[in-house]
């Protein structure tokens, strides 16, 4: 079983970076796609960006591309969403999951496990 916590949210202003962390534990990452989604209060949660179980395939939505990076430190359990550029509308609660596979996959319903969030508040 594992447990994913996901931190580094908070208030920024428009154009402003934050880097999120999500840390796994009670079992290795090492051998899943990793995931991060979004969900705003009145919106369903969309798919942010993935990567694979080595690190070396990514997939971003066409709304983040250029602005926002996913990584993973497997000897560290831990992947990383860094953001660059955000704007109002990038507001959400922010998760991390892990995918039944080991490739990236866009869909939600193939993700098994999820973080409790973190909230991302951009200004304008």
């Known amino acids: 079983q594992v447990t994913l916590v996901e931190s580094g949210g908070g208030l920024v202003q428009a154009g402003g970076s934050l880097r999120l962390s999500c840390a796994g534990s009670?079992?290795?990452?090492?051998?899943?796609?990793m995931g991060w989604f979004r969900q705003a209060p009145g919106k369903e949660r969309e798919f942010v960006a993935t990567?694979?179980?080595?690190?070396?395939?990514?997939s971003y939505a066409p709304f983040v591309q250029g602005r926002f990076t996913i990584s993973r430190d497997n000897a560290k359990n831990t992947v990383y969403l860094q953001m660059n550029s955000l704007k109002p509308e990038d507001t959400a609660v922010y998760y991390c999951?892990?995918?039944?596979?080991?490739?990236?996959?866009?869909?939600?319903?193939?993700?098994?496990?999820w973080g409790q969030g973190t909230q991302v508040t951009v200004s304008s």
């Open positions: 009670g079992r290795a990452l090492e051998t899943k796609a």
């Open positions: 990567i694979n179980f080595q690190g070396a395939d990514t």
């Open positions: 999951a892990t995918s039944l596979w080991l490739s990236p996959t866009l869909s939600f319903l193939e993700y098994d496990r």
